[in-house]
Nanobody
Framework: QVQLVESGGGSVQSGESLKVSCTAS?????MAWFRQSPGKEREWVAA???????TLADSVEGRFIISRDNGKNTLYLQMHSLTVEDSAMYVC?????????????????????WGQGTQVNVSS
């Protein structure tokens, strides 16, 4: 399994932008971002195939952009127009085995590798 390390979290005010990154130790097929807040279930945010086909949750569509740089084995999540509801631990996940669909899954159990997470706090 690949190792994943996130970075870039922090504290911002509502309406501001933030970019988080996730660096993998090896080749991945699907990569995704999930987020979790205390008392809430883990929520899928976005996923991207190795060929950069991206899907995003309705809650972030139009505000977040997921991208990846395969040469650097790095996944990104650019977040715009952040709100207090976006505050969470953002966790990177990866699937090392091939995924034979046009888009990557949103189900956590389809991902074999997980990072430790990076905290994003948005204040009003």
């Amino acid at each position: 399994q690949v190792q994943l390390v996130e970075s870039g979290g922090g504290s911002v005010q509502s309406g501001e932008s933030l970019k988080v990154s996730c660096t993998a130790s090896g080749l991945t097929w699907c990569m995704a971002w999930f987020r979790q807040s205390p008392g809430k279930e883990r929520e899928w945010v976005a996923a991207i195939t190795r060929f950069s086909t991206a899907t995003l949750a309705d809650s972030v569509e139009g505000r977040f952009i997921i991208s990846r740089d395969n040469g650097k084995n790095t996944l990104y999540l650019q977040m715009h127009s952040l709100t207090v509801e976006d505050s969470a631990m953002y966790v990177c996940a990866a699937r090392g085995s091939p995924w034979m669909s046009a888009t990557c899954p949103a189900e956590p159990d389809q991902y074999m590798s997980w990072g430790q997470g990076t905290q994003v706090n948005v204040s009003s």
